[in-house]
């Protein structure tokens, strides 16, 4: 067990490779019996041990503490108890992950406490009472693995995306709004309104199966609720002389692979900037949703908020140096414009993506160095370098987009379910490839269609299989991502 001490002066992306590795042990020695790998990581014999793991100096502590409490119980007597030991060492190779990309994004966070109150803020007669801001969506077209931690602090590569009006429509956004009610007030899905202490909105910012996780992670991050402040259980919401309406707005499906989720983050950090008078900062701003995606612990990567704030297309990529994610905007030609807006449409397929799954296997695959999975990320990234050439040629890259959409496939077992495989057949009379965005496994899809048909074709191609249900929705290229509304009384 002494060994683990050479981990004090190695990067704690090694730490989570010896976790996941130990966990990817315990799983083979449990033979396939005692359960699914992906499960419950809160048992306190172990849990205790993963905040050692957020700090890099007490890591070699963790690690060390994490190995003895697998000997001290009996987690190694069944299989079910060797199963439930490998899924907290694959939770805590995640901790590291986490600490890691938040170390990278700190610098990127206000210092200062931003107060959210009217009556505290500084120049607050002069600050809006009224904010809304709405995004695009984002498409993915080359190296959409590329971007997750820790794949993209361990290789050089990079993600080429488009930001995309969805039927002329920007369909993300978020309105925030001075309230006479003191403290948050967060619309939930169904229309109602949730009101949440500072205390309250801290114990669910790390919570993602929470509603309203998300809008609290983003205050967090912006620091309107602090640890300090949350720390009092009294309810403080009967303290406070005003508060803040906050309300998401999405016109996608949930579960749509478009990047909703963080660039509805991006939305309502940029308003919440808004009402505080901080200027807006898009290199700042893919950073702090970076830093959202790792306090609610879903493990996301920097790709969708660059595609839902950057506009146009664009080439990005994480440079280690700077530990900062650099983008490059490509000039698109007339021509392939024009090729994108009048070839490109999505369809929801029906089925929500399980991202997290998805997420789950690859990342493991990575830090196992299992040998198929990191060779098809090797071939993604050299795709991803070729990119930009291919798009200078004026037209769409479409057999590289088809080979892309291939490497996702030997990536994720279930990439493309069944039912997506008969939309896809449904369409082969009029598309010249089909790709499902994101992480893949549902969500939408998107389709090239042939020069000669249109969106009506692929509809009529839809319907004709006995899928009506199924609504076929134009895609546009966005060269003005971010659109404010702000209200002054």
């Known amino acids: 067990m002494n060994n683990v001490f050479y981990l004090s002066s190695t990067p704690s992306i090694d730490t989570a490779v010896l976790l996941t590795t130990v966990s990817a042990a315990l799983w083979e020695w449990a033979g396939g019996r005692g359960g699914l790998r992906g499960g419950p990581s809160a048992n306190v014999h172990f849990a205790r041990h993963f905040a050692l793991l957020e700090q890099r100096d007490s890591t070699p502590e963790g690690v060390k503490n994490l190995i003895a409490a697998l000997y001290e119980g009996n987690w190694l007597a069944t299989p079910q108890a060797i199963v439930r030991a490998a899924r907290h060492f694959e939770a805590a190779a995640q901790v590291c992950t986490r600490r890691r990309v938040m170390e990278a994004c700190s610098k990127h966070l206000h210092p200062r406490t931003i107060c959210a109150r009217a009556d505290n803020a500084s120049g607050a007669d002069s600050l809006p009472t009224r904010v809304r801001v709405a995004l695009p969506a984002r498409i993915d077209l080359f190296g959409g693995w590329l971007d997750t931690p820790p794949i993209t602090l361990d290789t050089v590569a990079g993600v080429l995306n488009a930001a995309v009006l969805i039927d002329g429509e920007r369909p993300l956004a978020c309105s925030v709004s001075r309230s006479p009610i003191p403290g948050y007030s967060i619309g939930l899905e169904?229309?109602?309104?949730?009101?949440?202490?500072e205390h309250e909105v801290w114990q669910r910012h790390d919570k993602p199966a929470m509603q309203g996780a998300l809008v609290c992670a983003c205050l967090v991050a912006c620091g309107f609720v602090t640890r300090d402040r949350a720390g009092d259980k009294r309810d403080d919401v009967k303290n406070a002389s005003g508060g803040l309406e906050i309300r998401l707005e999405s016109l996608l499906a949930h579960g749509s692979g478009l990047g909703s989720s963080s660039?509805?983050?991006?939305?309502?950090?940029?308003?919440l900037w808004e009402m505080s008078g901080e200027e807006r900062d898009d290199e700042r701003l893919v950073h702090v949703v970076l830093y959202v995606e790792q306090l609610l612990t879903t493990g996301g990567g920097w790709q969708d908020q660059v595609g839902g704030v950057y506009p146009g297309l664009k080439l990005a990529r994480f440079c280690p140096e700077r530990q900062t994610v650099i983008v490059q905007p490509i000039t698109v030609s007339?021509?392939?414009?024009?090729?994108?807006?009048d070839r490109l449409v999505i369809v929801y397929t029906g089925q929500p993506r399980l991202a997290k799954n998805l997420l789950q296997e690859v990342v493991r695959s990575w830090l196992t160095r299992e040998g198929d999975k990191c060779a098809a990320l090797r071939e993604m990234s050299g795709e991803v370098k070729r990119a930009e050439e291919w798009i200078n040629s004026d037209a769409l890259p479409l057999s590289h987009i088809a080979q892309y959409y291939s490497i996702k496939k030997r990536l994720a077992?279930?990439?493309?379910?069944?039912?997506v495989t008969r939309i896809i057949e449904a369409l082969s009379t009029v598309s010249s490839t089909c790709w499902l965005v994101g992480a893949g496994g549902g969500g939408y899809l998107c389709v090239a269609l042939r020069e000669e048909y249109g969106s009506e074709q692929a509809q009529l191609a839809i319907d004709r299989a006995g899928l009506a249900n199924l609504r076929v929705q134009r895609v546009q290229l966005c060269h003005e991502t971010v659109n404010v509304e702000r209200q002054i009384d």
């Open 413 to 419: 077992t279930g990439c493309e379910p069944e039912g």
């Open 190 to 197: 169904d229309g109602s309104m949730m009101t949440l202490s």
């Open 263 to 271: 660039i509805l983050a991006a939305a309502c950090i940029l308003a």
């Open 334 to 341: 007339p021509s392939l414009e024009h090729a994108i807006n």
